[in-house]
């Protein structure tokens, strides 16, 4: 049972560079999310997709880019890497809006 | 905004005694999910109330939601080392026939054994 996976489960990088978190599922769930968790904050949502070539803005979506060309990726894009987007960033999905939410593992990035 | 206030941010009880966390919207929700986050770990499912007054069992969790729709507890009773992580509430508020998930921000709970 692959579920959600996601790539690479940790990552250090400098600052200015640019980092690509992946995420699959297996599922065919419509709806993808992306996650950052950090002490205090619990669990911010980015960005999320309602399905291929949709996507929106969550509540912090500034320093990051989603695409969604197919159903089962979604990959999250640091365009610029900043120290302020160290974080555990989860990737999510759900058969849809209002229904259970499935976690990945959890990608642990650091920014030097 | 929307927002899903849930408190206390930190619980350390003895091994034996109870747990409460609460969680509340400024607005009606459609739902409310629990979810559990080991240390180190992801956030997984618990469980979903969808009508108002909802309690439901799980073995030693509690989960209830407001008459109102906009408050929701999960109480733990005789904690375990176990138990141990945090509990995050998840209110769903539909807004032009689409449903946005609004996550608390966690309880982190510790037992003593």
């Known amino acids: 049972d692959a579920g959600i996976t996601q790539s690479p489960r940790y990552k250090i990088t400098e600052t200015g560079r640019q980092v690509t978190l992946m995420c699959h599922q297996t599922w065919s769930h419509s709806y993808m999310f992306w996650y950052r968790q950090d002490l205090g904050h619990g669990l911010r949502l980015i960005y999320y997709?309602?399905?291929?070539?949709?996507?929106d803005k969550g509540e912090v979506p500034d320093g990051y880019v989603v695409s969604r060309s197919k159903t089962e990726n979604f990959p999250l894009t640091l365009e610029s890497a900043t120290r302020s987007q160290t974080s555990v960033y989860f990737c999510?999905?759900?058969?849809?809006?209002?229904?259970?939410?499935?976690f990945g593992e959890g990608s642990w990035l650091t920014v030097v | 905004g929307q927002q899903v206030m849930q408190i206390p941010q930190y619980q350390h009880v003895q091994e034996g005694e109870d747990f409460t966390t609460y969680c509340n919207s400024s607005t009606t929700l459609s739902n409310i999910q629990w979810y559990k986050q080991r240390p180190g770990g992801h956030p997984v499912f618990l469980i979903q109330l969808v009508k108002s007054g909802e309690v439901k069992k799980q073995k030693r969790l509690t989960f209830q939601f407001g008459e109102a729709k906009k408050n929701s507890s999960l109480h733990i009773t005789a904690t375990q080392t176990t138990d141990v992580g945090t509990y995050f509430c998840?209110?769903?508020?539909?807004?032009?026939?689409?449903?946005?998930?609004?996550f608390g921000s966690g309880t982190k709970l510790n037992v003593k054994p």
């Open positions: 997709s309602a399905a291929a070539d949709i996507t």
């Open positions: 999510a999905s759900s058969v849809d809006a209002g229904n259970t939410i499935y």
């Open positions: 998840a209110g769903s508020v539909t807004l032009y026939n689409f449903n946005k998930f609004y």
